[in-house]
Structure formats: structure tokens, C-alpha cells
């Protein structure tokens, strides 16, 4: 956004046009690429998102609207448009239409910090990642508030759990960026992208690429799936299980609110994982004089779309965890092993040698994942009576 | 004119206030929580408005007010949790009900 | 930046006001989530981010999910308040007792002479030196506040839970 300002500002010779209004259109421009690029990009991920699910079931996804089903974002968006908005009789209207709302707004917001170039950001805070997690966790509200108001008893079972599959797998994905901000020295998202400049064609400084930083990487994309409810996490909306979940009464452009809601939060949260572990905009050819932004544009959506693809990948994939494994994993496994990882980028940052850091790192690291994992998934069921057989 | 300290200090008085009647005058041990809540954001608030308007470099004002937040925090997770004990004891949270220790 | 300030501040009162006098338990905890932005609003204002950043994720993101939880666990049947007595003797009490408050501190700052006349200072902070003073002049008050946080973690899990009825 500063850029574009000195940009415009250096066009003031050409009509004589006073600051504010240079710098209302520089507060403008962004919000509205950020309005129409990632919602875009939420209603191809639909059509992807499908088509890849119909695929990996062996059969086709939507392909009747449009030559491909490229118009079947459309035709959804058409169809939930127009659908009639039914509220229960006794549901707290204000807070009924309130929850969709505040869903989408801390989704949206989560863009404001992604540096999609070199100085393509649209708000560079020094407080960047803080400010991810503040606005992520009072998404978490939408969802009580959703379950709340919809006086239904499956809605607000739903919504408990969804509360607290959030709220649990939160911290081992907070520690994990953690790690990433102790290793980048900073908490904005451009200084995080930047320490991870440099290298052979850009790559080889990648934070993913370091063994604290490829278990930060495993750490924050299954606490980003938990975060935005996806398989295997998706016991809040899972259609088996409990109907949806706390957005069972709504329909219409209240159910599209929330699915945007929830698949822009998704999008965001990849986003953030690109540039904290994947390099944001780096990769070979992001130098160059003059082509090097857009260069690093096309990288940043690629890594993007990379890892979504992976995360729709895993949901046609991957059964459901049940509620209860759902916690033992984010107490018992995921939290011990983010603070982990905090010790060994402490230990990192602090050794000398390269190879040996990278060795005492590794095995650390090894070593406590296979502990945990023998901890954390011993099972200790009980054998099965039968009360009436003989 | 910009704001003066005067006018900050007024604003986190009368917060102060509200939370204040709203712990003394609600029946809902839910809503006395919620106003001991407005209390201390109002005192925090003060702290950082004094950290604002003084002429040297130091953070203490601020320090002090991230601790006062922690335990705040801390302190409305207890005292839930004692209305959620409680209310499974008596089975409502109204707090004129709750007079086992007095007289 | 005037504009700003009366702003946030309306908010704040406007969402301390209705969390106190609301009858619908869920609509009280919104307007103390109206007032929870509020204050970190004027956090913003203040130049103090780090501050604000952490309120909004303490307060908004797990105070008041607690306060909603709290209300879900202990619902009345009819889901909101009885009957409140308004006029009697206890919101009068209340309702004093809060004026006098503020009489006070209206009084006292208004006789101060500094108070009219101070402008902000160029204090500016910075989360490393946050960072680094909690490490190094505030390492005492910083361990122990982790020792109360597992206090209270384990004490509220202890205390909210509900007995376990061996039936055999």
C-alpha cells in the first residue's frame, strides 16, 4: 500500500490532485483487489475442490455448467442467492444473522498481511503474525454464536466441538509460528519473507527446508486444517456425524456466507503458511530488475494453490478422527512437540557449526517425535462385554 | 486540539463506574463476572493512558498492564469456574439464592 | 484523530452500558465483545499495538468464549434472567454507588492542573524491547505469572469438574 502511495505520488504531476485523495485511493485499490482476487480464488477452489474429490472417488466432479463446469461457481452462487431464508421460529434473530457475518470478517481480514511480492502487502504491521492469531481466534465466536442461535440441539453440540477442536489445536499452531518468528527475529510477515531470501535461486533459505522448520511446517498445516474444520478434522460439519453442525438452519446466502467464511479462513491460513515455512514470494528468478515482482506474484499463488491442493488431497483421502482421539492428538502430541521445536531452534540459532547444528537439531527432533508418538496413540481399551449375550 | 489526559482519565473513570454498578446491581453471577471484566479494562486502560502522556522512555506502565491483563484473564477462568461448580450445587446463579454463609 | 477517539470511546460505553443492562444473557456477552474492540481500539490510538493485539486475543478470543461457555453450562431454563426488580433498593444502591465513583474522578481530574494541559509524549514501544525487557528486568514477575497460569489452568479444571459416579 505505501508503494502504490510513492507511486501515485510520483504521478502528481500530471493533474493536481491533493493528498487525500492520493491516499484514499491507496487504501481503496488494495481492499479491492483483496475483495474480488480471494473470493475468486474461494469459488474455483469450490469447483477444484470437487472435481479433484469426484476424481480420487473415480468419478467425474460437475461438469454440465460450462465446458469443464467452469460456471458452477456461478450457478451456486445463483442458486444460493435465490434460495428462501428460513429462520427458526424461536432463534435469537440478531444473533442468527450476526454469526455468518462474523465469520467472514475475521477471514477477510487475515489478507491484509499476506505479502503476495516483493512489497506487494497491503498492510505491512509490524505486529504481523499477532495480529493472524488475534483475528483467527475471534472467528472462533461465529461458530458458538452459530450454534447458539439456532435453538437446536445438534447445532449446539456441533458448535462445542467445534469450539474446542479450535481453541485446542490454537496453541501447538501458535508455538510452531513461534519458532518461526524466534528464527526470523521479527513479527511482521514482510521481514519473515524477506529472512527467508537469498540462496541458491531463492530456495535452499527457506525456512521448510531446516529440520526445526520442516516440523513447524507438519505442526502448523494440521493445526491450519483443525483451525478451518477440514478432513480429517471435520467432525464440527461433518454430514455423517451430526448433520452440519452448528450451521444446520441456515440456508441461503447465510450458508454461502459461512462456507465463504470458512474457506477463505483456509485459504488465509495456507497463505500464512507459505510465508512463514515456504518462502512467500521467493523462488529462482525473484531478483530480476524488472520482472522480479510479478515473478514473485506467480510463485506466492503457485505455493498457494500447492497447498491447498495438498489439503483437498488429504480430505479425499484421510478418515475422520473421532472427537475424543481429535483431543488426546492436539493435547498430548501436537503441544509437547511445538515446544519442542521452540527448544530446538533455540539450540538452532545458538550452535556454531552448521553441520552440527544440523545434526543435534535432527536428532532431537527424531527422538522426541517417535517418543511422542508411542506416548500419545497407546491406546488403552478395555476388552468388550457383552451385558445380555451368553 | 488533541485529546489531553484529562478527557482519557475521565473516559476510564466512568467505565470504571459502569462496570462498577453492574457488579453491585445484577442478580446473574454471570453479569457480576462481566463487570468485574469492565473494571479491571478500565483500570488497564488508565495504566496505558499514563504510559502515553509521560515525557521519558520507559516501558513499565506497559509491562505492569500486560501482567494485569494475564491475571485477569486467569482470574475470570477461577471464578467461572466457581459459578459453574456452583450452579451445579444450587442449580441456578442467582446470587441472592446463594446465602449458606450468611447471619 | 479527535474523530477516533470519540468514536472508540462511544463504543466502549455504548458495549459497557448494554453488558450491564441487557436481559438476554448471549446479547450482554456481544456488547462486552462491542466494548472489549472498543478499548482495543483505544489501545491502537494510544500507540501501544502489541497491547491491543493482545487484548483483542485474550478478551475477544478467550474471555468471553469462556463467559459464552459459562452461560451454555448454566442455563436457566428459560435461557434468560427472571424478573429483575428495577427501581428497588439494590439498583439504587448500585446505581449510587457507581455515580459517586465517577463524581469523584471527574472531581479530582478536573482539579488537577496538568491533566488539561499534558500531551502525549513520544513514547513509541516496540515488541522487541517488550521482548527483551520481560526477559531481563521483568524475568521474576514473568515466571511467576507462568506459575499462576498452571495454578489457575489446573484449579479451574479441578473445580468445574463434575464428580464421577462409579457405577458398577
Not at chain 1, 424461536?90 to 498481511?113: E, G, Q, Y
Not at chain 1, 500447492?306 to 475424543?324: A, E, H, N
Not at chain 3, 434472567?81 to 465513583?101: C, D, H, N, Q, Y
Amino acid at each position: 500500500m505505501e508503494k502504490l502511495y510513492q507511486l501515485l505520488d510520483g504521478c502528481k504531476w500530471l493533474a493536481n490532485v491533493p493528498d487525500s485523495l492520493l491516499s484514499a485511493v491507496a487504501i481503496v485499490v488494495p481492499i479491492l483487489l483483496i475483495i474480488t482476487v480471494f473470493p475468486g480464488i474461494f469459488a474455483y477452489t469450490t469447483l477444484i475442490e470437487r472435481k479433484a474429490l469426484g476424481r480420487v472417488q473415480n468419478r467425474y466432479g460437475p461438469n454440465r455448467v460450462g465446458r469443464w463446469g467452469i460456471l458452477q461457481p456461478i450457478a451456486d452462487g445463483v442458486k444460493l442467492l435465490t434460495k428462501e431464508d428460513i429462520v427458526p421460529r424461536k432463534a435469537d434473530k440478531f444473533v442468527h444473522l450476526l454469526a455468518p457475518i462474523l465469520a467472514v470478517i475475521p477471514s477477510l481480514l487475515l489478507f491484509a498481511v499476506l505479502p503476495v511480492g516483493p512489497g506487494l502487502v497491503p498492510v505491512d504491521l509490524h505486529i504481523g503474525i499477532l495480529f493472524v492469531f488475534a483475528i483467527s481466534t475471534a472467528s472462533v465466536l461465529a461458530l458458538f454464536m452459530g450454534g447458539w442461535a439456532s435453538r437446536n440441539k445438534f447445532s449446539l453440540l456441533g458448535a462445542m466441538r467445534a469450539v474446542a477442536q479450535v481453541v485446542s489445536y490454537e496453541v501447538p499452531m501458535v508455538l510452531a509460528a513461534v519458532a518461526v518468528v524466534m528464527a526470523a527475529g521479527t513479527l511482521s510477515t514482510v521481514g519473515i519473507v524477506a529472512k527467508q531470501s537469498g540462496g541458491f535461486l531463492s530456495v535452499t533459505n527457506w525456512f521448510v527446508f531446516q529440520p526445526w522448520g520442516f516440523v513447524g511446517f507438519v505442526l502448523f498445516t494440521i493445526g491450519a486444517m483443525a483451525e478451518s474444520a477440514r478432513t480429517p478434522f471435520d467432525i464440527p460439519e461433518a454430514e455423517s456425524e451430526i448433520i452440519a453442525g452448528y450451521h444446520t438452519e441456515y440456508s441461503g446466502f447465510k450458508f454461502a456466507l459461512f462456507q465463504l467464511g470458512e474457506y477463505l479462513a483456509a485459504i488465509a491460513m495456507a497463505g500464512i503458511t507459505v510465508t512463514m515455512f515456504l518462502g512467500g514470494y521467493n523462488g529462482p528468478g525473484v531478483g530480476l530488475k524488472y520482472i522480479g515482482p510479478l515473478i514473485g506474484v506467480g510463485w506466492f499463488f503457485a505455493k498457494l494453490m500447492t497447498i491447498i491442493l495438498v489439503i483437498i488431497w488429504i480430505r479425499g483421502t484421510w478418515p475422520r478422527i473421532r472427537v475424543d482421539q481429535l483431543m488426546a492428538f492436539a493435547w498430548k502430541v501436537l503441544l509437547p512437540m511445538s515446544i519442542l521445536n521452540i527448544v530446538a531452534v533455540g539450540l538452532w540459532h545458538y550452535m556454531e557449526s552448521k553441520l552440527w547444528a544440523w545434526l543435534v537439531t535432527a536428532a532431537w527432533l527424531l527422538i522426541w517425535a517417535i517418543v511422542l508418538t508411542k506416548i500419545g496413540t497407546a491406546q488403552n481399551v478395555e476388552r468388550r462385554t457383552y451385558r445380555y449375550a451368553t | 486540539m488533541s485529546i489531553t489526559l484529562g478527557q482519557y482519565l475521565i473516559l476510564s473513570g466512568i467505565l470504571f463506574a459502569v462496570g462498577l454498578c453492574g457488579a453491585l446491581t445484577r442478580r446473574n453471577a454471570i453479569i457480576v463476572l462481566m463487570g468485574i471484566e469492565i473494571m479491571f479494562n478500565a483500570g488497564i486502560l488508565n495504566l496505558v493512558v499514563f504510559w502515553h502522556y509521560q515525557h521519558f522512555a520507559t516501558l513499565t506502565p506497559q509491562m505492569f498492564a500486560i501482567f494485569a491483563i494475564a491475571v485477569a484473564a486467569a482470574e475470570s477462568a477461577i471464578g467461572l469456574a466457581l459459578v459453574i461448580a456452583i450452579y451445579r450445587h444450587y442449580k441456578s446463579v442467582d446470587v441472592d439464592e446463594m446465602r449458606a454463609l450468611k447471619g | 484523530m479527535n474523530a477516533a477517539f470519540w468514536i472508540l470511546s462511544a463504543m466502549s460505553l455504548i458495549g459497557a452500558l448494554l453488558a450491564i443492562s441487557l436481559r438476554n444473557l448471549v446479547h450482554c456477552v456481544l456488547s462486552l465483545i462491542l466494548f472489549f474492540l472498543g478499548i482495543a481500539g483505544h489501545y491502537f490510538l494510544l500507540r501501544a499495538d502489541f497491547l491491543g493485539a493482545v487484548q483483542i486475543l485474550i478478551y475477544i478470543g478467550a474471555v468471553a468464549v469462556l463467559i459464552l461457555f459459562a452461560i451454555m453450562l448454566t442455563r436457566n431454563v428459560t435461557g434468560t434472567e427472571g424478573p429483575r426488580e428495577l427501581f428497588g433498593l439494590g439498583w439504587w444502591t448500585g446505581l449510587g454507588t457507581a455515580l459517586i465513583v465517577a463524581a469523584v474522578v471527574w472531581v479530582t481530574v478536573d482539579s488537577a492542573p496538568q491533566a488539561a494541559t499534558r500531551s502525549p509524549g513520544q513514547a513509541v514501544s516496540s515488541v522487541e524491547q517488550i521482548g527483551k525487557s520481560l526477559l531481563n528486568q521483568w524475568v521474576v514477575p514473568l515466571e511467576v505469572l507462568g506459575v499462576l497460569l498452571t495454578a489457575a489452568l489446573i484449579g479451574a479444571v479441578v473445580i468445574a469438574l463434575e464428580e464421577v459416579v462409579r457405577r458398577r
